[in-house]
Every structure is written in C-alpha cells, then in structure tokens.
C-alpha cells in the first residue's frame, strides 16, 4: 500500500517513474520549479487543509498545474501535496540558506532601503556577487551573517532547533511564523545536512533505535503518537508542542507525566539520528 503523501500521483496525473505502479491518465517526468514566496502551504488538496509548508527557495518537481493549483512533490523530502501555481518561479540552484531565526531582503545594498521580503530559517537564494555588508541575489540583498554556504551545514541538530526557541505552534508549519513538532525536528536535522522527513510517524525511522535504560543524548528524539520532541541534555527537551502553543523547553519526566495525563499515551520510540 502507496503513502499518498510521498506518492506523486492523484488519478488524473502520476510521476514517469511510477508508471506500472499507480493507475493514472497521464504519466509525466514533471517540470522543475522553485517556491517564490516566502512561505507557501502545501496542501493535501487543492485549496484544501495544509499538511506542510514550503520555504522561498526550496525545489519542486511539478505533475499538474490546474485551476490555479500546482500538484508538486517537494525535493527536500518527497512530500507531494498541492500549492497555489502563482507562488512558483523557475527553478534556480540555491548556493546558501537562511541561518539565523528570520531576515530580510532588501531591494538595494543598504539597511535602509526597502525590504522586500520577510526569508524565514532554511529558505534558499542564490547568490550572484558579494558585497562588503551584503550578498546579491536574483531578488535583492541579504545581510552577509544571515546566510551559510549549503556545502557548510550545521553540526549541532539541537542548536537549530534551539534557535527557533519562542517561535508559535503552527499545524503544519515549517517556518518561523509557525512550526509543528516534525517541522522543528526536520529543520533540525536538514540544516545538519540529515535527510528527515516531513512528519513524525515518518521520522520514527530516523538513525538507530536507543538501548532501553541508555540517558538521552544531545539531539536525540523521543516519539509519542503524533508527537516528536529533541532532547537538548539528558533530561530536557526541546518541542513545538500545543500545550505552550510554542517551541518551548520542558523536563523530560515533567513532559512524560503531562503527555500522559493529557491522554496521549507513552513514548513510542527513542531515535539517534
């Protein structure tokens, strides 16, 4: 039985490489495109619930495009959903990501210019030329400490997460608007250069499993049913979770008891990515 949410198919329309695999009208290798705004729902239907979010930058293959609505599977993980056609651009290869919390970019090389866009944690530009206080991209300039080159990632999976720290609970959100517990978990972990996927039933298959009785490490990931948490030490988590409607710090037995008591069950795993 296919996932739908990493099947690039939907009756009408299916990806080349399925053919034989999923019934479908037509079959197409899909056109490469990027996201062009600065955060774009991907939904689980045209215009329908948000399932994930896509950042400015970030690299879709398009299936279908049909009233208004572009079906896609997203590069960064395979997710397939649909996202409104006006938010796409051509595609373009990113040199860099955004590495600090939020910035912006800015129509000229200088802070008091206008700025143009609001680029959230992770979203991609390229850049073309440097400058001494600014990168230039296709779009505008960006300050120069806000970016890291794509072949430098991170090393520390917590320390990402832990700069989204305060940011508010969001359902199916991946940016610092909004972020849910698998989104913060897969930034973590992408900004690492870690393949992760987009939800936390997915996740579980991260890495090896952790020896019962073994403490928690830094970085580490303890799984509830449709939960997911980071440890950042051996008895403290960090997770968007709906409780504080924010990513927030919280004692490991405080979390477990609270989760518990609430009625969403025990631990259903604990990951080492």
């Avoid at 996927?197 to 298959?205: E, F, H, K, M, R």
Wanted: one cysteine or more; glycine letters at 10%.
């Amino acid at each position: 039985m296919t996932d739908s949410r990493l099947t690039p198919a939907n009756g009408r329309v299916a990806a080349e490489r399925l053919r034989g695999q999923v019934e479908a009208a037509r079959f197409v290798a899909g056109e490469p495109r990027r996201v062009a705004v600065p955060v774009a729902d991907l939904d689980g239907s045209p215009g329908g619930m948000r399932d994930r979010q896509l950042l400015w930058g970030e690299a879709v293959t398009v299936y279908e495009t049909r009233d208004g609505f572009a079906f896609v599977e997203a590069g960064r993980d395979g997710y397939v959903g649909y996202v409104t056609a006006v938010s796409l651009g051509p595609a373009r290869a990113p040199t860099h990501r955004v590495a600090v919390p939020a910035t912006h970019l800015y129509r000229d090389d200088d802070m008091k210019s206008p700025d143009l866009r609001h680029l959230s944690f992770g979203a991609l530009v390229t850049v073309e030329a440097e400058g001494r206080k600014f990168w230039e991209t296709p779009e505008g300039y960006i300050p120069k400490p806000h970016l890291r080159p794509l072949d430098r990632p991170f090393t520390d999976p917590a320390a990402v997460a832990q700069l989204h720290f305060g940011v508010p609970y969001l359902w199916g959100g991946n940016s610092v608007l909004g972020i849910d517990c698998s989104g913060l978990v897969q930034a973590a972990l992408l900004a690492c250069g870690i393949a992760c996927p987009g939800d936390s039933d997915l996740q579980q298959a991260l890495g090896a499993a952790i020896p019962e009785g073994e403490l928690l490490r830094r970085g580490d990931l303890l799984f509830w049913k449709g939960h997911v948490a980071m440890a950042v030490d051996e008895g403290t988590l960090i997770h968007a979770n709906a409780h504080h409607m924010a990513v927030a710090y919280e004692d490991l037995d405080k979390a477990i008891l609270r989760i518990r008591a609430q009625g969403d069950g025990e631990v259903v795993a604990r990951r080492r990515p």
